[in-house]
Each structure stands twice: as structure tokens, then as C-alpha cells.
């Protein structure tokens, strides 16, 4: 028995037409009457595509969450949903990350739901499925697909992502042939899943553990492991019983309180500066308010524990046999509200209580930390009067606090016409500026700030310089690199006015970034600074554009923040042809 009316009643349980016209509907499926006796509907939400080939098993993952949901007494019904790729699709899934959101949202909100499985993977479709179970605000809980199985190549662990960009370098370099690229290419992507490395896809199911949105160690269970598909088979059953007791919802989830939770996490895993995208937009859809400040207040106040590449040597299947998640949350503890609620119905401190650690080099314990900052730092100044971040795990020590002369790029057609010109003024002290790459400038905020250093200098053994953008970079990537400047060029933020040759100043210790010109030279500029023409004029093009956000607010779209949760009034009335 049901403490509540089920939604699906509204579409099964009639004796009109509708009712009539719905269940008919479902039998040229071949189910019989059996489903349709009040047991609840729990979709899965399947971001399953062959051009996501983080989530090219998840049809797999989906029928062991149906074993769960069958054995639990419920009714499964799987649904597609965008995928978004963050490889293949172009210029860069984040353009579509907000539309995904919807899908699921318009989803969860019209068809005879009582519970949402969430199936993801790939670095968007990780939030994009948060933010729309946020809005539509029936229960909800995600399995994430896992990460790939390591690379390894001759005798050398390679990490997707992270060592591609290495290896790149060296061949740039004159280092490595084609051959052995080519080689090295067949051994870094093994086995299904997401990049094996803490990059945004392990980040953001690092944060949808953390946020209590997942079962307890979902994040890092390796993709061919038979454990994620007994996980998956887990999460249906409690889909179920979620279902059959009303909640929790993601409104009674995604507090405040898990969203500092999350943030911890976050630091203490070295995760991808993309979280913080990301989770600025979660909380927007709940309602919460997450200034940049709060980051780098936990962040200053949570040690840096993981050694994950990029920021340390080991890779997630190393993670997940240490501990995973699990084991970091514990050490956490006495930082965060242990009394958060999460999907299974239990606090964070009762999931964790009982987490061990296996590898004290992979997961540090709290006393004694790889660093005693979090890995992420929110930066200020006068050329990002609304934030810019910087991974401070994954930079160079040596470039931390750094003064240089910038040499601009004007976008990132510019930049790849002459990052290698021999005849560019350009040294390892020189500060490499990248216009044009944000939400509306590129558009969308394209993986473009971990700019190359030019060949020559590579060549020379530089391996990290200072650069700056209103662009993300993978997670995967690494070094000196200065993120999500706001407000972006594109709409006239400071970033514009920068020219070659002006001085600028990173001091990350101060958490500052200043660009060392004076406020009447600015203001000259400013005079003189023209806008370009609009990217798009019509389609999903020009609504992005009219309404996203800039990074420091989420890259959400303007009209989307908060929720407007399913209600019985919703599913009344006819709706057959």
C-alpha cells in the first residue's frame, strides 16, 4: 500500500476512455494486465548512444535495473534521452548540456512516471539529468556508467584524456613517432566507460554520489565490472520503494547542506573545474544560492586527499579498489553535514561510517593530505570582477604567483593559425590570452583553455605556461591554466580589452588576477570595443544565446532556474488521439 496516489494512476488506473485508451496503448508492447494493478511506473531514463561512447553499455545497465524493478513489484519502462558526447560532438556538448536538462525535465514531467531511474555517464549528461529531475522534482535516483578499465601501453599505465594530452605534447615535441602514437592509441581505450581519470565525467559522478543522489560507492565501480550492473539492479529496487513512499525527492536531496557536501568532495578529490559549472547550475534549479566565494571558502578549509591523475599518478580503478568515494567521505566527516539526506533513505555519515580505505597512497587520510587546500581556487581581480578558477592540483608550483606580458589570441581560430608561427613573439614567461571562448563567444564554452604552448618552446623542455580564458578545459587536462574569466569577452568583460604585451599578474596564494594597465588606458579601450555579430540568428543556436548564463551563474539558461515540480493536475484531462 501507497502512503500517496501514484501518478501513473492517472493514466492506468482510470475507467474512462483514457484509462481505456492508455493501457491498450501499452499492450501492442505486449504487457498484460498484470502491470497495470497499481504497481508503480518507474522510467529509465537511457542517455544510451553509439556516438557516446562513455555510454555505449548503458542498455546493459538498463535491463539489470529492470531485474530490480521487476523483483521489487514495480513496472519499468525504459525512454531515450540527447546524448551528448563530449569527444565527437561539436563545437562542444556544453552548448548542449541546458537542452539535455530539458529533455529529461519535459520527460519526467509528461509521461505516467512515479520514479526516475537516471542513467548517465559522459561529463554533461551527468548534470544535465540532475537539473532536469531537479525541476520536475519526482523521485529520482542515477546510476552513472563508470569509468573505462585503465590503458596500458608496453609497460606504462596510460589515463584517457590526461596522457593523450602528454603524448600529443611529445610528439609535438619531436619525441614520439607516429608509430608509437599510433600504438599507444590502440592501448589508452580499452573497455566501456568514461575517462579513467578524474576528469569531469568521474568528477560529476563523484558529485552526484556526494549530493546523495546516487547508492552509496556507485562512482567508481570500473564500467565492464559485474558490480556496476548489481549496483544498477540495486537502484531499481529502490526506485521502487521511493516511488511507493513518495520520496525523498531531489528537492529533499539537493539542500544546501549536500551542496556543501559536494563541494568537499570535490576538493578533496582534486576534481574537474568543471563541478563548478555544474553545480552552480544544480543549485540554481533548487533554489539555493552558490556564489564562487563559497567554493574557495571550502576549498581554503578542505585538505587535497586523492592522487588521481591529473593532479597525482594513480587512475579510478586504483580509486574504486582503495575505497572510492565512500572511503573519502569518511575522512571528510568531520567537515560535512553528515546529516544529509541521501537517496537510500539514510544520512551520508550512516552510508560511510563503516568505509575503509585500502590504499592509504591513493586516498590520504585527513591528517596527513597530499596538500592542505582543496583542489580547486576561485580567483579575483580586475580582469575577472565575477570570478575565474584555476585547478591548483594539477598546475605548476613555480607559476602559482607569476607577472608576464600577455600575447592575445583573438579566438580559437587565431589561436591555432599561430600558436606554432616562428615568428611569434613568445617566451615561457609570456602569458598566453585567449578571447572569444566562453558561453556566448564561442559558443557554448568549449574544452579550449588548456591552450598548446607553442612547439618551439616545447622543444626547449617547457612543459606549462600561464594561460587565460573564458573557456573550460577537460578535467582531464592539466596545468597552469586560468578558467571561466567573467564576465566573458564576447560581451564586453574586461578579457576583451587585453592587448599584446600588457602585463598581468597571477598570485594565486591571494587568490588575485590582475591585469597591470591603467584604468584611463581601459577605458579608451572600452570606448572602442565592438561586439561581434550573433553565432546564430535562429533554431537551439539563437535561444542559447539569448539565454544562458554566464559561468560564474552556471551557463544555466535564464528562465530555467528553479523548480516547478509535477503536480496531480498536471496529468488530468484527456490526452488520447
Not at 537516471?118 to 561529463?123: T, V, Y
Not at 570582477?385 to 585547478?391: E, S, T
Amino acid at each position: 500500500m501507497t502512503a500517496h496516489q501514484l501518478r501513473s494512476r492517472n493514466w492506468f488506473g482510470r475507467t474512462d476512455l483514457d484509462g481505456f485508451v492508455h493501457r491498450s496503448w501499452l499492450k501492442t508492447e505486449g504487457f498484460s494486465d498484470l502491470v497495470f494493478d497499481g504497481r508503480p511506473v518507474i522510467g529509465i531514463a537511457n542517455s544510451w548512444s553509439e556516438l557516446t561512447n562513455c555510454n555505449a553499455h548503458l542498455r546493459q545497465v538498463a535491463d539489470a535495473v529492470k531485474r530490480g524493478v521487476w523483483s521489487a513489484g514495480g513496472f519499468p519502462l525504459e525512454f531515450p534521452t540527447i546524448s551528448l558526447g563530449e569527444v565527437l560532438m561539436k563545437p562542444t556538448t556544453m552548448l548542449f548540456r541546458n537542452l539535455m536538462a530539458m529533455d529529461v525535465e519535459e520527460c519526467v514531467r509528461a509521461y505516467p512516471l512515479d520514479a526516475v531511474v537516471l542513467l548517465s555517464g559522459c561529463d554533461k549528461t551527468t548534470p544535465a539529468m540532475l537539473m532536469g529531475a531537479a525541476s520536475a522534482d519526482i523521485p529520482a535516483i542515477m546510476v552513472t556508467g563508470g569509468p573505462m578499465l585503465r590503458g596500458k601501453w608496453r609497460t606504462e599505465e596510460l589515463g584517457s584524456g590526461t596522457d593523450a594530452w602528454r603524448l600529443w605534447a611529445e610528439r609535438r615535441a619531436g619525441r614520439l613517432s607516429d608509430e608509437e602514437l599510433c600504438e599507444a592509441e590502440s592501448c589508452m581505450s580499452r573497455s566501456s566507460g568514461h575517462c579513467m581519470v578524474m576528469g569531469t565525467a568521474s568528477t560529476m559522478a563523484s558529485m552526484a554520489e556526494a549530493l546523495g543522489m546516487t547508492l552509496p560507492g556507485n562512482a567508481a565501480i570500473p564500467a565492464p565490472d559485474s558490480r556496476r550492473l548489481a549496483q544498477a539492479e540495486l537502484a531499481g529496487r529502490r526506485a521502487v520503494e521511493m516511488a511507493l513512499a513518495g520520496g525523498p525527492k531531489p528537492s529533499e536531496i539537493l539542500t544546501a547542506q549536500a551542496l556543501d557536501n559536494a563541494i568537499r568532495a570535490d576538493m578533496a578529490i582534486g576534481g574537474s573545474t568543471n563541478a563548478i559549472i555544474h553545480l552552480v547550475a544544480i543549485a540554481g534549479r533548487v533554489g539555493v544560492p552558490l556564489p564562487l566565494s563559497r567554493f574557495d571558502e571550502l576549498s581554503r578549509t578542505t585538505p587535497f586527499l586523492v592522487n588521481l591523475r591529473p593532479s597525482g599518478k594513480y587512475l579510478m580503478e586504483d580509486f574504486f579498489y582503495a575505497g572510492g568515494l565512500p572511503a573519502v567521505m569518511k575522512e571528510l566527516l568531520p567537515l560535512l553535514h553528515g546529516d544529509a539526506l541521501t537517496v537510500n533513505g539514510r544520512t551520508m555519515a550512516q552510508n560511510v561510517r563503516d568505509a575503509r580505505c585500502d590504499n592509504e597512497d591513493v586516498i590520504r587520510p585527513l591528517g596527513l593530505p597530499l596538500a592542505p587546500e582543496g583542489g580547486t581556487v576561485i580567483l579575483s581581480g580586475n580582469l575577472c570582477p565575477d570570478g575565474a578558477v584555476l585547478k591548483q592540483s594539477a598546475a605548476s608550483p613555480h607559476l602559482l604567483v607569476h607577472r608576464g606580458r600577455a600575447v592575445v589570441f583573438e579566438d580559437h581560430a587565431d589561436l591555432h593559425r599561430r600558436i606554432d608561427d616562428p615568428s611569434l613573439a613568445i617566451d615561457e614567461t609570456a602569458i598566453l590570452v585567449l578571447k572569444h571562448v566562453g558561453p556566448k563567444g564561442a559558443p557554448g564554452m568549449p574544452e579550449w583553455g588548456a591552450a598548446p604552448i607553442p612547439a618551439r618552446l616545447l622543444k626547449q623542455g617547457v612543459k606549462d605556461m600561464v594561460r587565460i580564458s573564458d573557456a573550460r578545459m577537460s578535467g582531464t587536462s592539466y596545468g597552469t591554466v586560468v578558467l571561466h574569466v567573467a564576465p566573458e569577452s564576447a560581451i564586453g568583460g574586461p578579457l576583451a580589452l587585453v592587448r599584446d604585451g600588457d602585463e598581468i599578474e597571477l598570485d594565486v596564494p591571494r587568490r588575485s588576477l590582475t591585469l597591470r594597465v591603467a584604468d584611463e588606458e581601459l577605458a579608451r579601450r572600452r570606448a572602442a570595443w565592438r561586439p561581434r555579430p550573433p553565432h546564430f540568428t535562429r533554431g537551439y543556436g539563437r535561444l542559447f544565446l539569448d539565454h544562458v548564463l554566464q559561468a560564474n551563474e552556471g551557463c544555466d539558461f535564464d528562465y530555467l532556474r528553479g523548480r516547478t515540480p509535477v503536480r496531480a493536475e498536471d496529468t488530468a484531462g484527456p490526452s488520447h488521439t
